[in-house]
């Protein structure tokens, strides 16, 4: 009779798993970047459950996005800005890493910002001198870390997310209603509705994420390839591989976005508290659920403040990094974490620039909660050309060959590229009508 697994078998099961996530993984953890946070906790303050629905139904579109961009940088052995270069015009390839590096530039600032707003919480230093500090943390990691090295920092800052899910899983929730408003979509045709559901699209379905994954899906490769000492082979073993580490990646982020609209919405929309203004606002969502705990303010701030700064550490090296693997492939400039500094001086000065750029942003007046959910709804307008030209990309023969995206991916981007494009178009109008 058949016990199920050995404790012994159970651990190689789950070092083979832990083995099999990477690119994908960390790219879905980076996805709740603290702009993510930011537009989920106000949709959920603002709505209630009334948004709620979207962490379900974007989960299938997300997946297939992803798959598809790190497919075409597996199979290609090339990132996403390079096969634009090979396969479309020079118009539309600077288009392409103009709206990448543009959207990833204010996100960087938007992001630097809210990580200092949260450390301000516990540490009462200037929010300028907060500032600097992360940008030098982030800086000399990208700079100085080694490949190996640094991947896995990213992936331990993935476990960052779990804060999220802590805070919602610790008090009663009317789950009966919030299982209902997870199932049944609800719509408001206003603006301030469509506004923040395409900083949700935006936020969730996110330019620098497909190139990020893609590029680092050619880095991996070329790393076993080191390791294996052979030349590029693409496999269905391969494939089954990244997709594993792909849905992982994204059913991670979903939840954890599910989890931040859950404690916004019970405890803020609830309460009467319909606008996060500050991180202190944010924090203050949290401090309820922990209210029976010693110190429960403190407590609070820490929650939060452990979620932001470990995510925005995350997301901010990707950020950048996604913007310099833009610029360089679309120049044919030697790119890649796993390169020297000293052998690859243009993708590290691009990663500098796009993150100082992104620093004196937060010098100008800019209110960093409002620039995070700003910084998503241009990442949602960003996204619909660019998830076009994917589509385009992962379905020709001439470029995927064999490892073309089947049809039901092809549908699924369909009604992605559909849905952001309505989401933003309906937003314009609702301004100018």
């Not at 990094?321 to 030697?334: D, H, I, L, R, T």
């Not at 064999?402 to 989401?423: D, H, P, R």
Request: charged fraction near 15%.
């Amino acid at each position: 009779m058949n016990k199920g697994l050995s404790p012994k078998k159970r651990k190689t099961k789950i070092r083979r798993l832990l083995e099999i996530l990477g690119p994908g993984f960390v790219t879905g953890a980076a996805d709740d970047d603290p702009s993510g946070i930011a537009t989920y906790s106000q949709t959920g303050a603002q709505f209630g459950y009334g948004q709620l629905w979207t962490a379900l139904y974007m989960l299938p579109f997300m997946i297939a996005v992803q798959e598809s961009c790190a497919r075409i940088g597996l199979v290609t052995g090339k990132g996403i800005s390079a096969v634009i270069k090979d396969h479309y015009s020079r118009t539309v390839l600077l288009l392409v890493v103009g709206l990448v590096v543009v959207a990833n530039t204010i996100n960087i600032g938007a992001d630097i910002g809210a990580m200092a707003a949260a450390m301000k919480l516990l540490l009462p230093l200037p929010f300028i001198i907060l500032t600097l500090l992360f940008t030098t943390i982030i800086l000399i990691l990208e700079l100085f870390a080694s490949y190996k090295l640094y991947s896995k920092i990213l992936k331990w800052l993935a476990l960052a997310l779990i804060a999220y899910p802590f805070t919602m899983l610790i008090i009663n929730q009317p789950w009966t209603i919030i299982f209902k408003a997870t199932i049944i979509p609800h719509f408001e045709f206003s603006f301030t509705f469509l506004f923040i559901i395409t900083g949700v699209l935006g936020t969730t379905i996110s330019p620098y994420m497909f190139f990020w994954e893609a590029s680092q899906e050619v880095e991996e490769q070329k790393q076993r390839e080191r390791v294996l000492k052979r030349g590029r082979q693409v496999s269905w073993a391969q494939i089954r591989r990244m997709r594993i580490d792909n849905t992982v990646g994204m059913l991670f982020s979903e939840f954890t976005t599910w989890s931040i609209i859950i404690v916004s919405a019970t405890v803020l929309h609830t309460s009467g508290v319909k606008d996060i203004k500050t991180a202190a606002d944010a924090a203050k969502a949290i401090e309820p659920l922990v209210h029976s705990f010693p110190h429960a303010g403190l407590l609070a701030k820490l929650i939060f403040s452990f979620g932001i700064i470990g995510l925005g550490l995350l997301a901010i090296p990707i950020l950048s990094g996604s913007a310099a693997y833009a610029v360089c492939e679309a120049f044919e400039w030697k790119s890649g974490l796993n390169q020297k500094l000293k052998r690859a001086p243009a993708f590290y000065a691009t990663i500098c620039a796009a993150t100082i750029i992104g620093l004196v942003m937060n010098f100008v007046g800019v209110d960093p909660v409002k620039a995070l959910i700003y910084a998503a709804v241009l990442n949602g307008v960003a996204a619909v050309p660019l998830l076009f030209l994917i589509f385009n990309i992962a379905r020709k023969d001439k470029i995927m060959k064999e490892y073309k995206n089947g049809w039901f991916s092809n549908i699924l981007l369909i009604v992605t590229f559909l849905a952001v494009a309505g989401a933003s178009i309906a937003m314009f109008y609702t301004v100018f009508k």
